[in-house]
């Protein structure tokens, strides 16, 4: 018997409606479960984590999305780094990650929309570059590529073939070396500063 064609009020109908936003402090318990679900504990171990830990993202570049709801749903979030240098000048990138979607919303090109929102945002907001450790076969169609992080390194064990960049100005990446450092604003920093 044949299958019963879906039409497509029943197809839109099953897809969710998601807003992106920018992310906001009543989001960190929600975004770290999100993370934890759809990464596992082992998360906070990586190399990428190392470089995050005890950093702010930078500024305008936390984004999640939610169902009509409200339920958190995706997240992705970009940091201030130095990747590398460049003739002893230090070539000021930013660091994706992680990109996360909620298990049982994968498919939905939740992950693909926050991508591009970031990538616009980023170039919107100035930055000429973005490095990430990730799968290659995904983050390729955003633009990303292991040739133009060939000079880099990440502290900590991480896999050459991953280590991926993204020239959002042409060449900001060309020629720089070394390791990928961060610079963004520490947290305890922004605390006191708050506090004054």
Do not use: C
């Not at 907001?125 to 169609?141: K, S």
Request: avoid cysteine; charged fraction near 20%; proline fraction near 6%.
């Amino acid at each position: 018997m044949a299958a019963h064609p879906v039409s497509l009020f029943e197809l839109l109908r099953s897809q969710p409606i998601v807003h992106l936003r920018a992310e906001m402090p009543g989001d960190v318990s929600a975004r770290e479960a999100l993370l934890d679900a759809a990464m596992g504990p082992g998360r906070v171990r990586k190399s990428s984590e190392a470089l995050r830990r005890g950093r702010l993202p930078a500024d305008g570049l936390a984004l999640v999305a939610e169902t009509e709801d409200g339920t958190l749903i995706g997240s992705v979030r970009l940091w201030n780094v130095a990747a590398g240098e460049r003739g002893g000048a230090a070539v000021s990138a930013l660091l994706l990650g992680p990109l996360a979607v909620l298990p049982g919303f994968a498919g939905f090109g939740i992950g693909s929309s926050l991508m591009r929102r970031a990538i616009a945002e980023a170039a919107f907001r100035g930055h000429d570059a973005i490095v990430l450790v990730g799968d290659a076969p995904y983050y390729e169609r955003f633009g990303f590529s292991a040739d133009v992080a060939a000079g880099l390194t990440m502290p900590g064990p991480f896999e050459r073939h991953r280590l991926l960049g993204l020239e959002i100005e042409p060449g900001a990446l060309h020629g720089a070396e070394g390791m990928i450092s961060a610079t963004g604003r520490e947290i305890a920093s922004e605390a006191i500063a708050a506090a004054a």
